[in-house]
Nanobody, 124 residues
Framework: TVQLVESGGGSVQAGGSLRLSCEVS?????????VSWFRQAPGKEREHVACIYTVRGVTAYDYSVKGRFTISQGSTKNTVNLQMNNLKPEDTATYYCAADRTIKVCRAANFDDWGQGIQVTVSS
């Protein structure tokens, strides 16, 4: 089994920035082909935020974050970062990292491996 651990969350004012990181560990042979960030606000469904296909570095974003968030591979294997700029109060949510060994369409139902989630709070 693998473990996904998110870090970097916190509280910021609107217009501020945060950088989330997702580290996949537990299996030295594991190589994530698809890593995705999702978020869930209280009373709402989990929604896709950003996704990266690590082999070629192809990325995809939800329209609500495009131009403000950037997903990228980290400096170590199986680490993916989410740089969040110009944060808005509506970005407030618990953010989750999900990964898969294969190429997946970035929908929550397609992932079996998830992190525990990390809180991001943006105040106006």
């Amino acid at each position: 089994t693998v473990q996904l651990v998110e870090s970097g969350g916190g509280s910021v004012q609107a217009g501020g920035s945060l950088r989330l990181s997702c580290e996949v560990s537990g299996d030295p042979d594991y190589s994530a082909a698809t890593v995705s960030w999702f978020r869930q606000a209280p009373g709402k469904e989990r929604e896709h935020v950003a996704c990266i296909y690590t082999v070629r570095g192809v990325t995809a974003y939800d329209y609500s974050v495009k131009g403000r968030f950037t997903i990228s591979q980290g400096s170590t294997k199986n680490t993916v970062n989410l740089q969040m700029n110009n944060l808005k109060p509506e970005d407030t949510a618990t953010y989750y990292c999900a990964a898969d060994r294969t190429i997946k369409v970035c929908r929550a139902a397609n992932f079996d491996d998830w992190g525990q989630g990390i809180q991001v709070t943006v105040s106006s």
